[in-house]
């Protein structure tokens, strides 16, 4: 597992507009969710996370090590990110190209390669399209091709930008599993997303961004149970946190089967 140490970070794109300002935390073996607002730096923070971006101020520490000092490809095979949009990560012309294509260039050996690309496939249930062009599958499938191509480097940290975006139930339901198998592997996930339901439904750890700094980080629970917080990041309670509320029930209601298992 990697430990990964984020000092006092501050990044701007321009030098008139901070966009980071002094996030500090460290990242711990928990699934953990980052919730906000649009622009309020999420994705920005994950890019420095992965290296993509130099942080203007502050340092972020894998193992102890500021990442700044560490190798691209040294990187690459420690921390894995798949992006919000797939059409930013895919460039292979069948998918099985593209899922090959990270382990061989972090130097991963053969036959450790052909099991962590067969494995990621089927994570991703896209065992038997192997040859199909990613650019001729639909939106919610050429996502699934991004993240078994991630899945197949088999770094120590995942990191995913919106996963559930253009997913229906299946989807969803495919991407908790990959989440849940990750967590189960001991694996660090991180995961940017705007579906409250899916947050609880499967992290335990939730930080809030708002306008470039951490507004509140702890569990699923206490995050969802801080109405007046959630309000003031423009951020709503899942659907059955709400409802429970709504009719008056007492306690944070996080899922259908927690009201269920009491009533
Ligand atoms: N390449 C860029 N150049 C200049 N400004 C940028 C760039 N990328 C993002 N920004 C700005 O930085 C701020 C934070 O953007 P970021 O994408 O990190 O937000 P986010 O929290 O991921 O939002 P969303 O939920 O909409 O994805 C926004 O004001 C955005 O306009
Ligand atoms: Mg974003």
């Known amino acids: 597992m990697a430990r990964i140490e984020i000092e006092d970070l501050y990044f701007s794109y321009r030098p008139e507009e901070e966009i980071l300002k002094g996030v500090r935390l460290t990242l711990d073996q928990r699934p953990t969710a980052i919730i906000g607002q649009n622009g309020a730096g999420k994705t920005t923070f994950v890019k ?9 101020g502050g340092r972020i520490l894998l193992d102890g090590q500021d990442i700044a000092g560490l190798s691209a490809a040294k990187l690459a095979s420690r921390i894995g990110m798949v992006f919000q949009n797939p059409n930013d990560q895919i460039f292979k012309n069948t998918v099985m190209a593209e899922v090959s294509f990270g382990p061989r ?5 053969e036959d450790k390669m052909r099991i962590c690309c067969q494995k990621a496939l089927e994570a991703a249930r896209l065992t038997g399209l192997e040859e199909k062009n990613p650019y001729d599958m639909g939106l919610s499938a050429r996502k699934m091709v991004a993240i078994a191509s991630i899945l197949a480097m088999d770094t120590d940290t995942v990191i995913f930008d919106e996963p559930t975006i253009a997913q229906d139930h299946v989807g969803k339901e495919r991407i908790r599993q990959i989440i849940r198998g990750l967590a189960g592997e001991g694996k660090s996930v991180i995961a940017i997303l705007h579906d409250m339901d899916f947050v609880a439904d499967v992290f335990e750890r939730v ?13 699923v629970r206490e995050v969802f149970a801080d109405r007046d917080m959630l309000e003031r990041a423009y951020l709503e309670q899942p659907n059955v946190t709400r409802l429970c509320h709504e009719l008056g029930y007492r306690g944070v209601y996080l899922k259908v089967e927690e009201l269920l298992h009491e009533t």
């Open 207 to 219: 930080i809030v961004f708002m306008e470039g700094r951490i507004l509140m980080d702890g569990s």
């Open 48 to 56: 420095l996370l992965k290296g993509l971006l130099r942080p203007t």
């Open 105 to 109: 260039q972090i130097g991963m050996p």
